[in-house]
């Protein structure tokens, strides 16, 4: 069965302190994809990153960054620099192959505060 | 482009009500879904369709009963409001899958439900 952890319930940090989430997921299939989303406090989900099972490559995108290790079965999200912009719940999700489906399952996110 | 509207933004129900929450989108997209996020629990599942005429359930169907009819509309329904209803409800659509291959949900600004 699929299970995305995110053990960090809450996280506060100073402003311009670098800050990782951690994302530990289980799943028995191969083929898989991860996610993050962000959850500001007007409270949309904004899409962060999308991630397949084949492409352990880390990612960066500006001051987000992205470790995805299929040993340890962790996506961890890394902010550098933090901003108060950046206070906000982040989800991590996995999705299950299922045909014309592929139901994302989200962890149960965890709340950012940068204090300024 | 309005993406995915959610109706209505706010809505306070008493208990044995019923009431359906509604969500349309403008993207074509086949597949849409409806998730519930409470407190501590992330966003879970609660009815998913791949196309017109297509529903199915998800992690948490109970109490809440869909239908879809067209490609852009993907209706929510409670049929007797319970207090354990009380969440904020999220619809989702998605570009059409290849197999496994999942892109991002497009999410709805949510509908925050209270049922007394």
């Known amino acids: 069965a699929q299970k995305v952890t995110q053990a960090q319930t809450e996280i506060s940090v100073v402003e311009k302190e670098d800050v990782t989430l951690d994302c530990v997921y289980e799943?028995?299939?191969?083929?898989?994809?991860l996610f993050w989303y962000k959850q500001p406090p007007s409270g949309e989900l904004v899409f962060l990153i999308r991630?397949?099972?084949?492409?352990?490559q880390n990612e960066i995108s500006g001051r987000y960054s992205w470790n995805f290790q299929k040993s340890t079965s962790s996506f961890n999200f890394t902010i550098t620099a933090s901003q108060v912009v950046d206070s906000a719940v982040y989800f991590c999700?996995?999705?299950?192959?299922?045909?014309?489906?592929?139901?994302?399952?989200f962890g149960t996110g965890t709340r950012l505060t940068v204090i300024p | 482009n309005a993406g995915v509207t959610q109706t209505p933004k706010f809505q306070v129900l008493k208990t044995g009500q019923s009431r359906t929450l509604q969500c349309a989108q403008d993207?074509?997209?086949?597949?849409m879904s409806w998730y519930r996020q409470d407190p501590g629990m992330g966003l879970r599942l609660i009815h998913y369709?791949?196309?017109?005429?297509?529903?199915d359930q998800g992690e948490v169907p109970n109490g809440y009963n869909v239908s879809r009819s067209t490609t852009e509309d993907f209706p929510l329904r409670l049929l007797s409001a319970a207090p354990s209803q009380t969440s904020v409800y999220f619809c989702a659509s998605r570009r059409p899958t290849s197999g496994v291959s999942t892109g991002e949900l497009f999410f709805g600004e949510g509908s925050r439900l209270t049922v007394l």
């Open positions: 993207m074509n997209h086949e597949y």
């Open positions: 999700a996995l999705s299950r192959p299922q045909t014309g489906a592929n139901n994302l399952f």
């Open positions: 369709s791949v196309g017109a005429g297509i529903t």
């Open positions: 799943t028995r299939d191969t083929t898989y994809y």
């Open positions: 991630r397949n099972s084949f492409d352990e």
